[in-house]
């Protein structure tokens, strides 16, 4: 019996080698090389072979197709991620740290799918059917027409999948424990997941069957397998969070339905993950009056505007190196502001430590959040609080410029909405605002001298 051939496979791009390399040669990665049997399987088609391809009927990109009717979960936050509901025939990828609560939403979703008379088949590869149920009764789903099954064999789940009338959603927990018979190496290996997720994203197209596949993720956040999964399904979710805070963060960073720009916020109690409808309001609750080193954001999350506080600590230091700690901002982003801080204020920043916390667990990545954490650390360096019931937003150059932002009317309007009566906003900006008194600011050094007018 010949010996099976070994290679080396890329755990980030997937590339194939024959040996042992320390960087891939394919994404310049370190240490992503695993070894893995060689599938008994041609390179290519080659010339020798006597089969010929069938013809492949071409169409003309204007046609008369009817448009799939979108399947509603019931869960707002999690269709407007979507793009707004489940596209019949897609193949959904949603991936998050261990306990965030990725299993639990998707069992809500189909719960609540089939009380719509949607069918719907959950198979988990990592718990039985018992302790599904258990999961089912303690969020009080135990009554939800849903059908379960716990198996990794992937020949017998589509054999079983594709027995009689297909079901319309299938919900796959988790792609990385599924296994195909025709691969020898392990589940979760990089050729097991390709080869089950295409399989998985086959059947869903040639079905028009809905497929939800759970990814888990590595220690930098990423989806573990090959970075080629992605890349293969039409949707990518995120579930963002720390498992000790209550609110979760759904977002897509992939979406061929929808737009990549909108999140779903949910906030985890006894009955598993319950929808936000005003993250502003829950993300503001717990704040009480002036506070130094406090300023409020007033940022966009997709078509939703959003107010979020955020919190800064400028302390002494006995460091030869001042600490920088930030949660939930670019590192690099406030590494920037504090330079200009120094250079165009003179404030003298780069001597202190310097904590920077965006309160309730959310991430930003909008550059309007400038002109606020320049706001906060103005506010904590001297010690007097920012004006109660004031938004700030805008985005700063390196020159010490506070630069226009888009959407200023919704930002304005939902800081009214919640009782906010003033803002600090960039110069020029059009708004049709009349709630708010509105201090427009052209320069970075007028802020300071709002904020804290006596600091030398």
């Known amino acids: 019996m010949a010996k099976a051939k070994r290679i080396y496979v890329c755990n980030t791009c997937g590339s194939t080698f024959n040996k042992w390399m320390g960087q891939c040669e394919g994404c310049n990665e370190w240490n992503t090389l695993v070894e893995e049997a060689s599938e008994n399987s041609p390179s290519g088609l080659g010339k020798s072979s006597n089969a010929k391809g069938n013809i492949i009927e071409l169409s003309a990109l204007r046609g008369e197709d009817e448009a799939l009717p979108r399947m509603l979960s019931k869960i707002s936050e999690f269709d407007r991620v979507t793009g707004g509901g489940l596209v019949p025939g897609s193949a959904i990828l949603i991936g998050g740290d261990p306990g965030i609560g990725k299993s639990t939403i998707l069992l809500q979703a189909v719960s609540n799918l089939a009380n719509n008379n949607v069918s719907t088949v959950y198979i988990s590869g990592e718990e039985s059917v018992a302790q599904v149920r258990m999961r089912a009764e303690r969020l009080g789903l135990s009554n939800s027409p849903v059908s379960l099954a716990s198996d990794t064999n992937l020949r017998d789940i ?18 990385q424990t599924m296994y195909a018979d025709t691969i020898e190496s392990a589940p979760g290996t990089v050729s097991q997941v390709r080869t089950c997720a295409q399989e998985l994203i086959r059947f869903a197209k040639k079905k028009n069957v809905c497929v939800l596949l759970v990814g ?13 999964l992605e890349h293969m399904v039409d949707t990518v979710l ?22 990549t720009d909108e999140i779903g916020v949910f906030e985890m109690s006894d009955l598993g993950l319950q929808e936000v409808p005003n993250p502003s309001a829950l993300f503001l609750g717990d704040r009480g009056g002036q506070v130094v080193g406090s300023a409020v954001f007033a940022g966009m999350e997709g078509s939703r505007p959003m107010l979020v506080e955020i919190q800064a600590l400028v302390a002494q230091s006995s460091l030869g190196t001042p600490r ?22 003179g404030l ?16 930003i990545t909008e550059p309007a ?34 630069r226009p932002v888009g959407q200023a009317d919704a930002r304005m309007k939902e ?32 802020l300071v001298d709002i904020i804290a007018p006596n600091l030398e």
């Not at 589509?158 to 792609?175: F, H, W, Y």
């Not at 220690?219 to 090959?226: C, E, F, N, T, V």
């Not at 003298?348 to 991430?363: E, S």
């Not at 600090?424 to 320069?443: G, R």
């Open 158 to 175: 589509l054999a079983t999948l594709s027995k009689g009338k297909c079901p319309d959603v299938v919900v796959i927990d988790s792609i």
């Open 216 to 228: 888990h993720v590595t220690k930098d956040g990423q989806i573990a397998g090959p970075r080629v």
């Open 238 to 259: 995120y579930f963002e969070g720390d498992r000790g805070h209550q609110f979760r963060i759904l977002r897509a960073v992939k979406n061929r339905f929808g737009g």
């Open 324 to 345: 920088r700690a930030v949660v939930g901002w670019d590192n690099a982003r406030l590494a920037m502001i504090i330079a200009v801080l120094d250079a165009r204020c």
């Open 348 to 363: 003298g920043l780069g001597a202190f430590d310097i904590y920077l916390n965006v309160a309730g667990g959310l991430k």
């Open 369 to 402: 959040a400038d002109l606020a954490v320049a706001a906060a650390l103005i506010s904590s360096l001297s010690g007097d609080p920012i004006a109660d019931e004031t938004i700030v937003f805008g985005e700063i150059s390196l020159s010490g410029e506070i």
């Open 415 to 446: 800081a009214a909405k919640l009782g906010f009566s003033q803002a600090f906003i960039p110069s020029k900006m059009k708004h049709k605002n009349k709630k708010l008194k509105v201090a427009e600011l052209d320069q970075l050094i007028k």
